[in-house]
Every structure is written in C-alpha cells, then in structure tokens.
C-alpha cells in the first residue's frame, strides 16, 4: 500500500436496541429495534459513498455492532467483516440490564459518579477501567499497525477512548458518540494517531 499522510479511521457507534438510553447494556446482546435497523440503514448510505478501495471494516462480536457493520459492508460492497473481540462493550457486572434510577439504588456512590461523567468506573462484579483502556489500546495499535483505511463499529464505552487515543485528547473531554452515527478520523504517520484530526462532514455528534 502506497504511503500516504493520514489514513482515514471511522468510527461507528452501532445503531439502537430496545435498551439503548434506558437499561446498562455491556456484554448483553439485544438486537437492533426497528428504528436501529432504520438508523444502520441510514448511516451505511451516508458512508459507502466515501469509503476508499481496500477499507477494511471491523466490528465488535455483539449482534448490534455486527448488524451495524455488516449493513455498512452491504452498502459499500466491502467485506466480509472481521470481528475483533477487543471491541466489545465493558462488562457492566452488577449494573447490566439496570436502568440508572435502579442503579442508583443498589450503588448508589457509583450512580453519581457515572452522573458526574467519570469515565475511571470499575464495574462491580465487572470489568475494570484498566482492564477496559488497555484492551481498547491494544485494539488500536492494531490499526494503526494495519495502515488500511478502516471502519470500527463499536459501542460508547471503547469508542470514546478511541477518540481520545486518536485524537491525542483526555477521555474525560470526550463525549459518548450518539448510537448509529460515526466519528470520522484523519489518522497521520508515522506518528501512529497523535494529532488526529476530525475529518469531513460527520452524521456523529460528540455528545453524552
């Protein structure tokens, strides 16, 4: 592949389920509700237009992100989709399938702490902030490694600290990407993403 400048990274959050902004979803696996489907649709038209020969497209195992991502492949006739399992959500351990206001009840110091947008949670009885950056790290560098321009297809939690390893910003600057839209990276070398910059017109907004 012909060194160039920058390589474009997009990464997606996939589309909405029936839990989406209502119950902790991490390693759970419900799939896309009909708007979701129409949203995964809707964003794989938008990008198939703007993805470059050769891109490769990468997506969390969960039944939403693969949904996602293989409408994005069908429009853009790329694929197959690979899975990488360092993409999966965080285990949410106690909280998954809770809404916040039960949440708040069984764990109560952690619910405002997630209300006050730390991103340093360890889940009880689930995955740990550490164990979550360093997987998400790992994942990276895989791309960046790769050097093919790429579509990432994850949930919020790896994908914000994917923006912020991309884009050289703190993740606690960074907000959840909304479900069924994408974020889109101009990545330089050799650097290895450092300076990244947010690339083109987007149907993401950076926004919890």
Known sequence: MAQVDAIPVILVRHASTAWTGHRYCGRSDPPLDGAGRAAAERLARDLAPDLAPGTRIVSSPLVRALATAEAIAAAAG??????????RESDCGDAEGRTFDELAVLEPRLAARLAAGDVEIDW???ETAVALRERVHDAWSSVLADRHPVVIVS????LRLAVALG????PETVAFPAPGTA???AVPWPDGGHGARVAGPSRATLRR
């Not at 790329?78 to 993409?87: I, K, M, Q, S």
């Not at 949930?155 to 790896?158: D, L, N, R, V, W």
Request: hydrophobic fraction near 40%; glycine fraction near 16%.
């Open 78 to 87: 790329v694929g197959p989709v690979l899975v990488d399992e360092r993409w």
């Open 124 to 126: 009880p009885a689930g």
């Open 155 to 158: 949930h919020a939690g790896p």
């Open 167 to 170: 884009t050289g910003s703190r």
């Open 183 to 185: 974020v889109r990276l």
